[in-house]
Each structure stands twice: as structure tokens, then as C-alpha cells.
Nanobody, 121 residues
Framework: QVQLVESGGGLVQPGGSVRLSCAASGSIFSTNDMGWYRQAPGKQRELVAAITSDGVTNYADSVKGRFTISRDNAKNTVYLQMNSLKPEDTAVYYC???????????????WGQGTQVTVSS
């Protein structure tokens, strides 16, 4: 069993900052790519940022220069530092991680339960 547990969402004013965390736990042999997605009401889920096990990052154009993804491999945890937040950043944020549960298994993408981020004055 593998679980991804997110924390850190909430209500923040425009221009403010918030940091999301996502910790993977359970039967984990190896983790490669980790990332954050978001889904606003009435819209499709979209990639926000991703990071490889070597620390190579990728961002959606809409968040470049404002958001920073990072990870702690020892803790199987991925973070998303969000600065200069805008109302259009309001969404449910989901983390994911590609995890191998044993040496013989394939990587499988696991998802967190989602955390709400609301940017409003």
C-alpha cells in the first residue's frame, strides 16, 4: 500500500505565498518523477510542475517565475512553493509520484487526495 498525503493549502490573498507538501509513505522501493497538478472548477486537470529524481524541473508557462518545485528524496516528499499568487491560481492541487514497490515491479503513478488553494481578497 502506498499513500500520498498533501498539506498546506488554504485561503491566501492575491500576491501572497503558500507552500504545499506531499509525503509518500508505505511500501516504497523507488520513486522517480514527482509532480503537482491542479484542477479549477469546470476545467481539466493540468500540470503545474514536475521534478525528476535528479532534480530536473519542468513548469507550466503560467507559473514560471512564481512557483518552485523541490523534493526531499530521503523523505519521499515533494514541495511546491507558490509566490505572487493570483486569483486564477485558485484550484484543487494534486500531487503525484511514480513509485516502484519492489525491485521486480514496474513504476506506477500514485495520486494524493488533493488540497484546496483559494486566492481571494
Amino acid at each position: 500500500q502506498v499513500q500520498l498525503v498533501e498539506s498546506g493549502g488554504g485561503l491566501v490573498q492575491p500576491g501572497g505565498s503558500v507552500r504545499l507538501s506531499c509525503a509518500a509513505s508505505g511500501s516504497i522501493f523507488s520513486t522517480n518523477d514527482m509532480g503537482w497538478y491542479r484542477q479549477a472548477p469546470g476545467k481539466q486537470r493540468e500540470l503545474v510542475a514536475a521534478i525528476t529524481s535528479d532534480g530536473v524541473t519542468n513548469y507550466a508557462d503560467s507559473v514560471k517565475g512564481r512557483f518552485t518545485i523541490s523534493r526531499d528524496n530521503a523523505k519521499n516528499t515533494v514541495y511546491l512553493q507558490m509566490n505572487s499568487l493570483k486569483p486564477e491560481d485558485t484550484a484543487v492541487y494534486y500531487c503525484n509520484a511514480n513509485i516502484k514497490r519492489s525491485a521486480l515491479s514496474a513504476y506506477f503513478k500514485y495520486w494524493g487526495q488533493g488540497t484546496q488553494v483559494t486566492v481571494s481578497s
